[in-house]
C-alpha cells in the first residue's frame, strides 16, 4: 500500500463516522456560541472520534468481550443528559418570549450529544482490524489520528457555514413561526440522538433514521404547543390583574349615608 492509498483510506473512513458530527454541529451552531462550549465540542467530537475506534480496534484484536455489556448503560446515559437537558428548556419554553439557554444546561446537552454521535464510532474499530491488514504499525496508529482531524475540520466547517447562513437569513424581528420553526429544529435533532442512543443502544430497536427523526419531531412540537397554551394562559392573567389593579385606590362611587 502506498502513502497516498493510506491518506485516502484514513480520509474515508474520517468522512464516514463524522457525517453525524457534521449535521449535529449545523444543527446546534445557534447554541454552540461561548468559546468553552465550541472548544468542548470540537475537542469532544475530534477526541472521541479517534479513541473509541482505536478501543474498538484494540478490543477486536485481543478478543475482549466487554463492550456489549457496555453499550446498553452508554445508551442510557447519552439519552438521559438528553432528556435531563430537553426538560429543563421545554418546561418554561414558548415561541412568543425569547429565552437564551444557560450555559451550564448546554454543558450537559453537549456532553449527551457527544457520546450519542460518537458511540457509533467505536463499532468502526472492527471493521478497522480489517482494514489494516498488511500495513505498518505507525500507520495503523496515526490513521486513528487523521480521523480525529478529519472530524475536526468537518465540525468547524459545518459551525462556520451554519453561521454564515444565520447571518444572511436573519431577520430584525422574528415572528412567532420563526421562533417556533427554530426552536423545533433544534430540540427535534437533539431529541433525535437521544433517541438513537436509547433504541440503538439499550433496547436494541432496529428503527429507521426518519421514524425516530419523526418521533422526536412530535414529542418536541407537542411540548412546545402546550408551552406556548401555558404562556397564553399566564399572559391574560397577568392582563386582569393588571385591569383589577388599576381600580384598587379609586375613590369609591357608592354613596354614603348622611
Not at 463524522?18 to 477526541?47: E, H, P, Y
Not at 482505536?54 to 438521559?80: D, E, H, K, R, W
Not at 495503523?140 to 437569513?169: E, N
Request: hydrophobic share 55%.
Amino acid at each position: 500500500m502506498t502513502l497516498v492509498d493510506f491518506i485516502c483510506a484514513s480520509v474515508f473512513m474520517g468522512l464516514g463516522v463524522g457525517v453525524d458530527v457534521a449535521a449535529a454541529t449545523f444543527a446546534r451552531a445557534n447554541q454552540l456560541k461561548a468559546l468553552a462550549l465550541v472548544l468542548l465540542w470540537v475537542i469532544g467530537v475530534s477526541l472521541t472520534h479517534s479513541l473509541f475506534p482505536m478501543l474498538g480496534y484494540l478490543l477486536t484484536y485481543f478478543s475482549v468481550n466487554a463492550l456489549p455489556a457496555l453499550t446498553p448503560v452508554i445508551g442510557i446515559i447519552a439519552f438521559a443528559c438528553i432528556a435531563l437537558y430537553l426538560k429543563s428548556e421545554l418546561t418554561h419554553f414558548s415561541p412568543a418570549a425569547s429565552t437564551r439557554p444557560a450555559q451550564d444546561k448546554q454543558l450537559l446537552v453537549t456532553c449527551g450529544v457527544i457520546l450519542a454521535v460518537s458511540w457509533d464510532a467505536l463499532w468502526s474499530g472492527p471493521a478497522k482490524s480489517a482494514q489494516v491488514v498488511g500495513w505498518p504499525e505507525t500507520w495503523v496508529w496515526l490513521s486513528f489520528a487523521i480521523v480525529g482531524v478529519v472530524v475536526a475540520l468537518l465540525a468547524i466547517t459545518s459551525l462556520l457555514l451554519a453561521r454564515q447562513l444565520a447571518k444572511q437569513f436573519t431577520c430584525t424581528k422574528a415572528g412567532l413561526a420563526a421562533n417556533w420553526l427554530s426552536a423545533a429544529l433544534q430540540y427535534t435533532v437533539i431529541g433525535y440522538f437521544g433517541l438513537l442512543a436509547l433504541c440503538r443502544y439499550s433496547l436494541s430497536l432496529n428503527w429507521a433514521w426518519w421514524q425516530l427523526l419523526l418521533l422526536a419531531a412530535l414529542m418536541v412540537n407537542v411540548v412546545i404547543y402546550l408551552g406556548h397554551i401555558k404562556h397564553l394562559a399566564q399572559k391574560r392573567s397577568k392582563l386582569k390583574r393588571h385591569d383589577v389593579s388599576r381600580y384598587r385606590h379609586w375613590p369609591s362611587t357608592i354613596p354614603v349615608n348622611r
